[in-house]
Every structure is written in structure tokens, then in C-alpha cells.
């Protein structure tokens, strides 16, 4: 993002804990679990001790004792973030600034019992001296590191573009994939450990950088060489091409999901989220950057800003969301009359274009032209006299609005087309994504994933209806130039080896059907 005079230092700070017992303190404990962990006075600790220090933050920011940084248009000032017990603090090169800074967090500790740990706790500047820098980490008694960090889990300051900045996405992937090494697991086991592990390791980064080109099919690689080699298995042939393993199990596929589209799913959750947290910092943030969009709901989606920026790739996945969004009429206040889908299938602009044509304002409110009651007061404002045609344009929208009524009490909204619930989810997203036409024959998908037989015998099934069972034919296209003799079924030694004829039409494979079908009296 975009931030004015970015000369300034970046603290971040951990706290320690001191039990208190009959109301005095017995000295610094180091725990080997946090209190975080599983034990109920975490939402006290950790919510309302620190929305104290939130509190004598802003106190501070509005008596002009901390200057923090500006960012935007609006000039939105930030001065701290918390997680938990994880702060950043913002605040200007000046000591006198750091000093104030220190002398907050000595009344903090004071009032809550807790204490900065020191060891934990790091200064950064940006385009700052490096000796000035550590002249005001002496100050404040903590270590001056280069700038960028990770906060939670994310790098700040990185080039999401840059190939280096996913290096811990791929280092994670690499050392889950050495613990499985010396595993020897089937190709059921491979694909559960895909799903409920390799898939997800970059969901994290995914749901707030676009991911490259280039490292989506690094990860993608990865995945496709365990699934099909396992690991210290040598090389073998990929069975089944990775865009039939990514399509949906309805779809015969085995559901991994398509990277690109899984992070363009997860991007698509900040514009969900946007204009419901409108008290939000970030949201303040972004508003003072972009400004508003001219439907009034969301950020300005022309963003001209560095590709570091994470908001530009967010604004990148615009115009497949609103695709999936309309509007629910409340009072009328905020909902455009022509160019926002609020009733029907279809927006007015596109079913009466040349009253659209006509109109004088075109981004005018419904609450402008309706009222706010019946009978409506139909204030279109059109520029001319209207034509025949237009007329009878006008009456038939004005009739298609006889049953629909206006609510003083109750705000415009925005749903979510894909779901009943009319509420944003990220599953729902890249299911339209992924949409694609499909020439597939039919498979019993539940029949087959939802069995109660072992998992390795499901994946041994998806095999079968792909065809992609190493049978004589299979491999002999593989491998032209050698000659497998003789190409013929091992069981009935009546016609050549193929997966339907192994599976659906060998004398031997009948009877034995037939056998199954007498012990599961499906006669």
C-alpha cells in the first residue's frame, strides 16, 4: 500500500506472564504452554487486557503524543495492530516519539501485571539510517533487525510477485513431504494425504497474494510427483492428466482444486467482506487509498498502484464476483436503479437501453425515482420527450414493479446469488469458477467415495473408470517399441487385455460378478 512519508520504525512486542496470588505478585513465570493454549481465562488475557493497551494507544494518537503513519487520500492514521498478544506499533524516527512509546508501555505493564518481553521484541526502520536505527533500539533496549518480517504467519514488505516471497509456502510443502519419505503408502493414502494436508499449506498465503504463474505450477508439480510417485519410489507414469485430478468428484475428478482458480475463490472473500465491516481499520485503509466504487458498495477496482499492493490482485477478481452478487431492497438509499440487479434476472439498463439512453443521471438511487412509499413517484428525469417505442417501454417497466414495495425500516443489502442463504463462501466462489463443460461418461460418485470399503480400493475404482489401469493395451501404447507377447487376457486367454474386458466382459470376471451379486442377493 501506498504510505506517505514512509521514513518511520516498526516495534514489535511479546508479553510475559506474573502470577498474582493473594493480590501480589510471586515472581516471572516462563510457561511451557501459554495460557492461549486450551485454558478458558485466554479471551480475558488476551481480548480484554489488551484492548487496554489498544485503548491508551489511541488515547495517546488523539492527545498527538503519537504520530503513527498516514496512508491515503483521507490521511487514515495507523498507530498499532494486535493479534492476541502480537503488536506492532508504528510511530515516527524521533526519539522523543519512541520515548513516549516506552513510557506507555512501563504505565501498561504497571496497570496489567504483564511485561514487554525484551527478547521477543524488535525494531525495524524503513529507509531509516542503519545507525540511527540502532541508537533507538539501544533506547528502548531490544534488537534492530532488516526489514521485511512475518506478522502472523505473512511477510510485510515482501514483492508478491517475486518468486522468493513464496519460498516459505514451498519450504513447508518440502519438509511435510520429507517426513513421508520413507512412508510406503498406496495410491488411497496419497490422495487423502493431498487432501487433507499438501492442498491447504498455501491456502494461508492464497487468501491475500496472488500467487505467479510460475509458483502456482511449482506447487502443483509437487503435488502431481507425490500423488503418482509417491516419494524414493523412483519415476512413474502420471495415470490420469492433473486437470481430470482437479476437477470435482461429481465430475470424476478427485476434488485437489486448481490453484489459480482456489486463490482467485479466496481473494473474492475481501470484496464479500468489504462493505460489511465498513468500522474496520483495513476497510478505512483501503477506502483512504482507492476511494469508493461508483456503485457505492464497493473500493475503487481501477487501482494503479505497485504490484506489491495486495489489494490490486483483489480488484483483479471484480468482475468474476459481481457476477454472483445482487441486491435485496430495503429503503432504496444506496441501490442504483439501472445499473444494479435488484429485481429480476437481468439489470434495467440492459432490458430497457433506450430508456437508459434517455436518462439524465444514470447512477440515480432507487429511493430518487420510486419514493419511499406508494404510490410510487417514478422521478426518472429523462431528457427529452419520449418516442412511441419509449412509452411502451416505460409502462412495461413500471408494471413489472407493481408488487414490489419499499422498506423504511430496513437497509439495502447485498446477497449472494449461489447460495439460499444469500451469505458469501468461498467454496461456492470457486464452484463457479470451475464451472466448465463436461463430455465425461457417467460415474457413480457417491456410490463409489461414500462405500464403506478401504480407501485405496475407491482410488483403485477411480482408476477403472478412467481407463488408466496398467493393462496390456495401456501399456503397450505407452511403450510402442516394446513388444508384450501375448497380448491376451491372463484369466480367460480368449481376447486381449483391456480395462473393460478385465473389469466388465472376461468369462472369468462374470462369474465371479455373478457369484458376488448371489452372496448380496441381487439376483
Not at 28 to 49: E, H, M, N, Y
Not at 123 to 143: E, M, P, S, T, V
Not at 484 to 498: A, F, T, V
Amino acid at each position: 500500500m501506498a504510505v506517505e512519508n514512509p521514513q518511520g520504525i516498526l516495534l514489535s512486542l511479546a508479553v510475559s506472564y506474573a502470577i498474582l496470588v493473594n493480590g501480589n505478585a510471586k515472581g516471572w513465570v516462563k510457561a511451557s504452554r501459554g495460557l492461549r493454549q486450551g485454558d478458558p481465562l485466554s479471551p480475558f488475557l488476551f481480548t480484554i487486557v489488551a484492548d487496554v493497551l489498544s485503548r491508551m494507544l489511541l488515547k495517546a494518537e488523539e492527545r498527538s503524543l503519537l504520530e503513527g503513519f498516514r496512508v491515503g487520500r483521507n490521511r487514515c492514521r495507523v498507530s498499532h495492530l494486535q493479534f492476541a498478544d502480537d503488536t506492532i506499533l508504528f510511530a515516527s524516527s524521533s526519539e522523543e516519539e519512541l520515548q513516549t512509546l516506552k513510557s506507555l508501555l512501563l504505565v501498561f505493564g504497571q496497570v496489567s501485571g504483564l511485561k514487554v518481553n525484551l527478547d521477543k521484541s524488535n525494531l525495524f526502520g524503513i529507509n531509516l539510517d542503519q545507525n540511527h536505527l540502532f541508537r533507538l533500539a539501544l533506547l528502548l533496549d531490544c534488537k534492530a533487525l532488516d526489514w521485511t518480517i512475518l506478522y502472523l504467519g505473512l511477510p510485510l514488505g515482501g514483492n508478491p510477485t517475486a518468486c522468493g516471497f513464496w519460498d516459505p509456502v514451498i519450504g513447508r510443502i518440502s519438509r511435510r513431504l520429507d517426513r513421508w519419505q520413507k512412508a510406503y503408502l498406496s495410491l488411497g493414502g496419497r490422495i487423502t494425504l493431498l487432501h487433507s494436508c499438501l492442498s491447504h499449506i498455501p491456502s494461508y498465503f492464497l487468501s491475500l497474494f496472488k500467487i505467479p504463474a510460475l509458483m502456482a505450477a511449482k506447487v502443483e508439480r509437487m503435488q502431481r510427483d507425490f500423488l503418482w510417485s509417491g516419494l524414493g519410489e523412483g519415476k512413474r507414469h502420471h495415470l490420469v492428466s492433473w486437470d481430470a485430478v482437479c476437477k470435482p468428484r461429481v465430475k470424476r475428478g478427485l476434488g485437489i482444486g486448481n490453484i489459480p482458480l482456489r486463490n482467485r475463490a479466496l481473494l473474492g472473500k475481501w470484496l464479500w467482506r468489504y462493505p460489511r465491516e465498513s468500522t474496520a481499520l483495513w476497510h478505512q485503509v483501503i477506502l483512504s487509498i482507492y476511494e469508493t466504487h461508483s456503485n457505492g458498495w464497493d473500493a475503487n477496482t481501477l487501482v494503479r498502484w505497485s504490484h506489491r499492493c495486495p489489494w490490486k490482485a483483489i480488484a483483479q477478481v471484480f468482475q468474476d464476483f459481481s457476477k454472483y452478487t445482487r441486491f435485496v431492497v430495503g429503503d432504496g438509499e444506496r441501490i442504483r436503479f439501472w445499473e444494479d440487479l435488484w429485481w429480476g434476472d437481468q439489470i434495467f439498463k440492459d432490458q430497457y437501453p433506450r430508456l437508459f439512453r434517455v436518462v439524465t443521471d444514470k447512477n440515480i438511487l432507487i429511493s430518487f425515482i420510486l419514493g419511499s412509499a406508494r404510490p410510487f413517484s417514478w422521478n426518472f428525469n429523462f431528457r427529452h420527450n419520449l418516442t412511441d417505442y419509449e412509452i411502451e417501454d416505460l409502462e412495461r417497466l413500471m408494471r413489472s414493479l407493481d408488487c414490489m414495495n419499499l422498506s423504511t425500516s430496513a437497509s439495502d443489502a447485498r446477497s449472494w446469488s449461489l447460495l439460499f442463504s444469500g451469505l458469501f463462501t468461498v467454496k461456492s466462489f470457486f464452484t463457479a469458477l470451475s464451472q466448465m463443460p463436461d463430455s465425461s461418461p457417467f460415474f457413480l460418485t457417491k456410490f463409489v467415495w461414500k462405500s464403506q470399503v478401504p480407501f485405496k480400493v475407491k482410488a483403485f475404482i477411480w482408476l477403472v473408470a478412467h481407463k488408466k489401469v496398467n493393462t496390456n493395451d495401456l501399456l503397450q501404447l505407452r511403450r510402442p517399441h516394446k513388444a508384450l507377447s501375448p497380448d491376451i487376457c491372463k484369466l480367460c486367454m480368449e481376447q486381449g487385455e483391456s480395462a473393460d474386458h478385465l473389469f466388465l466382459h472376461c468369462s472369468v470376471t462374470l462369474g465371479l460378478w455373478h457369484r458376488l451379486f448371489q452372496l448380496a442377493k441381487m439376483d
